[in-house]
């Protein structure tokens, strides 16, 4: 079975993005490890850059995505920017054609994160703007940003259902190296606030399509979603 490089960003030394009550760097590790178990349960073979809170320097983690003989790595990482902007990106090599960064966002966006883009940046040299690209050799790099860590609406998304979302990059993985995608067995409940949730049903249809449609407008708009059958 084909080998997978998973990069969590940032790391000890380096909180990465900070805000609303969280790091970068706590979030893109649990995301990763999340993703190797499961990616290992497919039968890939995973190699990590880090499993641990520790300080990488760019050329040490460049290397061990260079040397670790994997066809493909996700370099997870949590978008900042002003408060309002939201949603979720992947960025590939401006090499690349883009399909595994964008199987990657499509399957983010149907998790409940807003659609914002799938792009390649060209530096002043002509080469690839982001290290991750330039220096990781033939290992197809995509950076993957879960949401912005300066968006409370997008924190809140990435503190209730972070395991969703690595699912989702797990997902797109499969499909994208041709691996049939095996459902987690026992997916874990949403975090609930301890003082409780308020929950809104917003229709009831007895043609399940008309349930999905409605789903997808929600999540569209932002808001988490899910239907069930009485």
Sequence with gaps: MATICIDPGHGGNDPGAVGNGIKE???TLKISQYQAKRLREHGFKVVMTRTADTTLSNST???RVKN????ICVSNHVNAASPSANGVETIHSIYSNGKLAN???DEL???GFKRRRAFSKKGKSGRDYYFMHRQTGSVETVIVEHGFITNAGDVQKLKNNWEKFAEADVKAICKYMGVKYIPEKNPTAPTQNSKGLYKVQVGAFSNKSNADKLAQELKKKGYSTYIVRE
């Excluded at 670790?68 to 066809?71: C, M, Q, V």
């Design 25 to 27: 760097k706590d979030y």
């Design 61 to 63: 983690r460049t290397a």
């Design 68 to 71: 670790s003989g994997a066809k």
């Design 103 to 105: 199987m990657i966002l």
């Design 109 to 111: 966006v149907k998790e």
